[in-house]
């Protein structure tokens, strides 16, 4: 069976620090991948997508970045962090057939200090 | 441009007792899915049930149903016999065609069961 694993559970970072998240899928291969972002009490904005190693699309302009350095590894990155980027971030992903349902990662608690 | 809809903040349900929570959506787009997902405390999100905008009956999944209403660009979640674990955020999401399955989120309902 497929699983996701998203680490770590919680982040407590200093203003201007780096920052990587880190999301691996077990048991596909080829999977479309996406990084998310929920505020506190808000439904979750796609970051990132990617359908291949390599290919990366932004949804929005942000101050982070994301990779896939390998087909199943999903990075979210940023070289300085902004108290705006506090929040609680998934991972998730999906088979490439179209409208099937996507799958989570356990999270990440984002908080910029 | 695709839009997900949850117009109820907060609901409470008594145990056993069964709930609809809302969601309407709106796409130009004939080809989509409708997804309800929840969140418990812990903050992982659960995929509970998947609808297709082709799909002629109304999907089901033990205690979840989705009552779907094309015309009225409705899909609601039903949940029969609620439970004090079905106690979480719900949030109503939506693909489409051409999306590569990015989903877009309502704004979600935080449902309390109460015993």
């Known amino acids: 069976s497929q699983t996701i694993h998203q680490w770590p559970a919680t982040l407590v970072q200093p203003v201007g620090s780096p920052l990587s998240l880190e999301c691996t899928v077990e048991?596909?291969?080829?999977?479309?991948l996406y990084w998310y972002r929920q505020a506190a009490g808000r439904g979750l904005q796609l970051l990132f997508y990617s359908v291949g190693i390599g290919q990366i699309s932004s949804e929005v302009p942000q101050n982070l970045s994301a990779s896939r350095p390998q087909d199943r590894q999903f990075i979210l990155s940023s070289k300085k962090l902004l108290l705006s980027d506090s929040g609680f971030y998934l991972c998730?992903?999906?088979?490439?057939?179209?409208?099937?349902?996507?799958?989570f990662g356990q999270g990440t608690r984002l908080t910029v200090v | 441009a695709q839009k997900i809809t949850q117009t109820q903040p907060g609901m409470f349900v008594q145990e056993k007792e069964a709930v609809t929570l809302d969601c309407t959506y709106d796409t130009s787009d004939p080809s989509y899915g409708l997804f309800w997902y929840k969140q418990p405390s812990s903050g992982e999100m659960i995929f509970l049930i998947y609808q297709g905008s082709y799909d002629q009956q109304n999907a089901t999944e033990g205690r979840y149903s989705l009552n779907f209403q094309k015309a009225r660009k409705s899909a609601n979640l039903v949940i029969s016999a609620s439970q004090l674990g079905d106690s979480a955020m719900y949030f109503c999401a939506m693909s489409f065609s051409g999306g590569y399955n990015k989903l877009i989120f309502g704004a979600g309902t935080r449902l309390a069961v109460h015993p």
């Open positions: 998730a992903w999906s088979g490439v057939t179209m409208n099937t349902e996507a799958f």
């Open positions: 048991g596909t291969s080829n999977p479309n």
